[in-house]
């Protein structure tokens, strides 16, 4: 089992940005694909990001792309989100997750931070 623990969600003016980390307790996190999901009041979950173990590549949802960046530091066993231009409809729960050897766009997340709230003020 992974514990992942979020970090750097708060209260941001639309137009702006904020970066979340994810650091994962486990000595072999080079060999997970790591992923962020949101969850707004509501609404069911839905796929925000995702970065492969093998080679770093990455993947986007479609309300995401072109404003959102994910990255990784295996030194640190952390994984980031870069969230720029944010608006109202970015507000929600914000969630880490994590696989062992997943594929980049594997949809069998086994790992889930607690998650960590974005609130985008208008």
């Known amino acids: 089992q992974v514990q992942l623990v979020e970090s750097g969600g708060g209260l941001v003016q639309a137009g702006g940005s904020v970066r979340l980390s994810c650091e994962a307790s486990?000595?072999?996190?080079?060999?997970?694909?790591m992923g962020w999901f949101r969850q707004a009041p509501g609404k069911e979950r839905e796929f925000v990001a995702a970065i492969s173990w093998k080679d770093g590549s990455t993947y986007y949802g479609d309300s995401v792309k072109g404003r959102f960046t994910i990255s990784r530091d295996n030194a640190k066993n952390t994984v980031y989100v870069q969230m720029n231009s944010l608006n109202a409809e970015d507000t929600a729960v914000y969630y880490c997750?994590?696989?062992?050897?997943?594929?980049?766009?594997?949809?069998?997340?086994?790992?889930w931070g607690q998650g960590t709230q974005v609130t985008v003020s208008s």
């Open positions: 486990v000595r072999t996190f080079s060999r997970y694909t």
């Open positions: 997750t994590a696989k062992f050897l997943g594929a980049l766009k594997t949809t069998d997340y086994n790992n």
